[in-house]
């Protein structure tokens, strides 16, 4: 057990729908990440923040936003979902945003699927 | 652009037998990591080398930083079919936070 928690653990839904994903750190991790993950891409960074301001910005659609709250906890917002955002969303979360270890402790992931 | 090739994308092993993944890049890397990961499941970080030439144990799994820590690998013996599963290699950037780049990874299967 990485101490992440993602909710929910499956997601079905229609096209055109929205979606939120939660996530909650470690204790004490003030820096959280999403990541995408489908067969032919394999493990794409989205999004960071840390200590509730946004850091980086990987491939992230417009259609994507997210935001860190005041207890660090993060959601993930998909809109107008389309059936190739089916995927498995994962966070993960680190102490800092310090470049040299930077290790990342992944949460179980939320598997979403749009039909 | 930072990026980390895998190699081999797939393999297929039987029990017992030892094998290799690389994980290399033109570029620079203040540290690699290593994760493993399941079907359906997140990837559990394994190891983290950071400097250049160093090698780490973990059981039956060896990692080694290469000396001008622009690779890595990870070499098992005696492979069980536990070690099953979808290796990692993992880098952070320079510019961006820390994010990580990730490799396309190593797809593991060893049959008993």
């Known amino acids: 057990d990485s101490g992440v928690t993602q909710t929910p653990k499956h997601l079905i839904t229609a096209t055109g729908q929205r979606v939120t994903l939660r996530c909650s750190p470690r204790s004490g991790d003030l820096s959280v990440y999403w990541y995408q993950q489908s067969l032919d891409q394999g493990l794409q960074f989205l999004i960071q923040y840390y200590n509730g301001e946004e850091r980086a910005k990987g491939n992230i659609l417009e259609r994507f936003s997210a935001q860190q709250f005041p207890d660090l906890h993060s959601e993930l917002n998909l809109s107008s979902l389309e059936l190739g955002d089916s995927a498995l969303y994962f966070c993960?979360?680190?102490?800092?945003?310090?470049?040299?270890?930077?290790?990342?402790?992944f949460g179980p992931g939320t598997r979403l699927t749009v039909l | 652009t930072q990026l980390l090739e895998q190699s081999p994308q797939f393999l297929s092993i039987q029990e017992g037998e030892n094998l290799t993944v690389y994980c290399n890049s033109s570029s620079v890397f203040s540290s690699l990591q290593w994760y493993r990961q399941e079907p359906g499941e997140g990837p559990v970080l394994l190891v983290t080398?950071?400097?250049?030439?160093e090698v780490k144990k973990l059981k039956r799994l060896t990692f080694q930083f290469g000396d001008a820590r622009k690779d890595s690998s990870l070499h098992i013996t005696a492979a069980q079919p536990g070690d099953t599963g979808l290796y990692l290699c993992a880098g952070p950037t320079y510019n961006q936070g820390g994010k990580l780049i990730f490799g396309q990874g190593t797809e593991l299967s060893v049959k008993p």
């Open positions: 993960a979360s680190s102490e800092s945003q310090g470049v040299k270890y930077n290790e990342q402790f």
């Open positions: 080398v950071v400097t250049g030439g």
